[in-house]
Antibody, heavy 116, light 108 residues
Framework: QVQLQESGPGLVKPSQTLSLTCTVS??????????WSWIRQPAGKGLEWIGR???????NYNPSLKSRVTISVDTSKNQFSLKLSSVTAADTAVYYC????????WGQGTLVTVSS | EIVLTQSPGTLSLSPGERATLSCRAS???????LTWFQQNPGQAPRLLIY???SRATGIPDRFSGSGSGTDFTLTISRLEPEDFAVYYC?????????FGQGTKVEIK
């Protein structure tokens, strides 16, 4: 059974960089050919796809965030990561990691608050 | 970017009734690459349907998806108490992948 788990700081100051990691268990992030995505959801609102990385390392980002987003993969740790720079209060949300292009497995989500 | 519009915003129904949720795309979704998710408060979304009509593993057969092109439908044949939740459609046919704004199915 594949499981995903987000981790990282729950509080980030404005203008700083948000950094989150998704640890994958129950499967190999490098040997299985999947897309791995980050998705976020502000409180009481809908879902927004942030971007994805393929097992080869190729990435694709939502144009609305592209200038501030970097997604990378560490196959030795079976993890992939999100960095979002120059954050503002508008980036406060629950951040999820998910597998595949139809998001068949999700992490439980982690709340990140942007506040001074 | 493909914009997905879900209707209605809220659906008030009783257990045992049939629910029909709509998802309309601003342009054709290639190869019917459309999914449906269910989300309960405080939980991650759960995949119900992918490829417009294929049920995900473990999803009861009262959930069915249909449609192609720009018009898609999620049908819940007989609502169970655990089905009252928010439902999202999502397309992965073209980048950026996008979600609808959601339909809340509430108990009448």
């Amino acid at each position: 059974q594949v499981q995903l788990q987000e981790s990282g700081p729950g509080l980030v100051k404005p203008s700083q960089t948000l950094s989150l990691t998704c640890t994958v268990s129950g499967g190999s992030i490098s040997s299985d050919s999947y897309y791995w995505s980050w998705i976020r959801q502000p409180a009481g609102k809908g879902l927004e796809w942030i971007g994805r990385i393929y097992t080869s390392g190729s990435t694709n980002y939502n144009p609305s965030l592209k200038s501030r987003v970097t997604i990378s993969v560490d196959t030795s740790k079976n993890q992939f990561s999100l960095k979002l720079s120059s954050v503002t209060a508008a980036d406060t949300a629950v951040y999820y990691c998910a597998r595949n292009f139809y998001f068949d497995y999700w992490g439980q989500g982690t709340l990140v608050t942007v506040s001074s | 970017e493909i914009v997905l519009t879900q209707s209605p915003g809220t659906l008030s129904l009783s257990p045992g009734e049939r629910a029909t949720l709509s998802c309309r795309a601003s342009q054709s979704v290639s190869s019917s690459y459309l999914t449906w998710f269910q989300q309960n408060p405080g939980q991650a979304p759960r995949l119900l349907i992918y490829g417009a009509s294929s049920r995900a593993t473990g999803i009861p057969d009262r959930f069915s998806g249909s449609g192609s092109g720009t018009d898609f439908t999620l049908t819940i044949s007989r609502l169970e108490p655990e089905d009252f939740a928010v439902y999202y459609c999502q397309q992965y046919g073209s980048s950026p992948w996008t979600f609808g704004q959601g339909t809340k199915v509430e108990i009448k």
